[in-house]
Every structure is written in structure tokens, then in C-alpha cells.
């Protein structure tokens, strides 16, 4: 699958806890990326600041679905499930 052009679902709803140009902290879920342009494109995409943990992000349908609305509702349910206080009560 490739990413669909202007979605940045990835970029915006998901949180990032390594360090990213601009956010040296990460960036919690819901936070659009710095690095997003108005039409939602990575600035740093093709080049050597491009962030690891994004490169590792692969566009499947199993997190993507066949919209941009479904990718939003998919992954933010997907983050909900794994935020630290979530996981840790989980595991008690």
C-alpha cells in the first residue's frame, strides 16, 4: 500500500516518544508534527533529518484502512490501547 498524498494521520494522531527535529521530546498523540506542510506533506521526507520511527511507519491497510477517516478512527483506537497508563493497568 502507499500512503494516501495529504493524509498524515501518522503525522498528527499517533504519539512519537523518540525525539524528532523541531519536537526533542517526542510528540504526544494528537499534535500535529512540525514538520507537516499545509498540504500535509513531511518536509524532511527524502532527506538524512527524516526520522527513523517514521521511516519504520509502512502504509498498511490494517492501520490505514481505505480512507483517511478510517486511518484516523483505526489508529487512534490503536493508541488509546497502548498509552503507558492504559498498559500498565492492563498488566496488574
Given amino acids: ?3 494516501r498524498l495529504g493524509c498524515a494521520v501518522c503525522c498528527i494522531d499517533i504519539s512519537i516518544s523518540s525525539p524528532l527535529p523541531g519536537l526533542p521530546n517526542g510528540k504526544p ?3 500535529r508534527c512540525v514538520n507537516l506542510t499545509a498540504q500535509n506533506s513531511c ?3 527524502g532527506t538524512e533529518l527524516f526520522p527513523k520511527v517514521c521511516r519504520n511507519f509502512i502504509a ?15 489508529l487512534g483506537q490503536l493508541e488509546r490501547e497502548t498509552e503507558p497508563a492504559r498498559v500498565q493497568t492492563s498488566t496488574l
Fill in 1 to 3: 500500500m502507499e500512503c
Fill in 29 to 31: 498523540a494528537g499534535l
Fill in 43 to 45: 518536509q524532511l521526507w
Fill in 60 to 74: 498498511d491497510r490494517r492501520y490505514c484502512g481505505d480512507t483517511r477517516e478510517q486511518a484516523v478512527a483505526i
